[in-house]
């Protein structure tokens, strides 16, 4: 299995709220993504890195920013958690743009 | 815009038995990258099968195999000899070979049935 782990895995907090989401990797990758699955939508894109300091908008990137200084590192801020955000949060990386992405465990976030 | 359609939202099978997994796409382009996922109950996601869209043969892994029909646009996945760690939500994913992302279907719940 890919090298990569997500902190917190669980995490419950109140609206309003900054919260942040780690996804550390040891793989060395040059691509990172973060996703949120809901029923019904499947995943979902948020962010996504292509190198150190490298970022890009994903599909439902509103209210999420992103930061990547370090190669092994890729955070996602909720800038001010609301009740929409409740999902399960997953990160994945590549090594390249035309090869398979490989997830981490997944973080469910509950924001009341 | 790409777009990756799984027409089963739940399907069952007997165990040892064979099922076929459905996907259709669409897309303007001729050079593309196809997957398939498994996310068990743990919810990890893990890559089963990829296809290069310029291969016209099928990928295979042990059991897990591709019909991979580009004119129609399908990407169906066939699981031989099911087994009971086989029931998980299986997600069809496309990217471009021009792009850094990967669009997901919704997915289909396989179900095995002892």
């Known amino acids: 299995d890919a090298g990569i782990t997500q902190s917190p895995r669980h995490k419950v907090t109140e609206t309003g709220t900054p919260v942040t989401l780690r996804c550390h990797q040891t793989?060395?990758?040059?691509?990172m993504y973060w996703y949120r699955q809901d029923p019904g939508h499947g995943l979902r894109l948020i962010h996504y890195?292509?190198?150190?300091?490298?970022?890009d908008k994903g599909e439902v990137s509103d209210g999420y920013s992103v930061s990547r200084s370090k190669t092994e590192d890729f955070l996602l801020t909720l800038e001010s958690a609301t009740s929409s955000q409740t999902s399960v949060y997953f990160c994945?990386?590549?090594?390249?743009?035309?090869?398979?992405?490989?997830f981490g465990p997944g973080t469910r976030l509950l924001v009341l | 815009a790409q777009t990756v359609t799984q027409s089963q939202p739940e399907m069952s099978v007997q165990e040892a038995e064979t099922v076929t997994l459905s996907c259709t796409y669409d897309?303007?382009?001729?050079?593309?990258?196809l997957f398939w996922y498994k996310q068990p109950p743990s919810r990890q996601m893990i890559l089963v099968i990829r296809?290069?869209?310029?291969?016209?043969q099928n990928a295979t892994e042990n059991r897990f195999s591709v019909n991979f029909q580009k004119a129609a646009k399908s990407f169906s996945l066939k699981i031989s000899d099911s087994q009971l760690g086989d029931a998980a939500m299986y997600f069809c994913?496309?990217?471009?070979?021009?792009?850094?992302?990967?669009?997901f279907g919704k997915g289909t719940r396989l179900h095995i049935l002892p």
């Open positions: 890195s292509y190198g150190v300091k490298d970022t």
């Open positions: 296809q290069e869209a310029y291969k016209q």
């Open positions: 994913a496309y990217r471009s070979s021009r792009d850094d992302k990967i669009i």
């Open positions: 994945a990386i590549s090594d390249s743009p035309q090869g398979a992405q490989y």
């Open positions: 897309t303007s382009e001729s050079d593309y990258y």
């Open positions: 793989e060395n990758h040059r691509y």
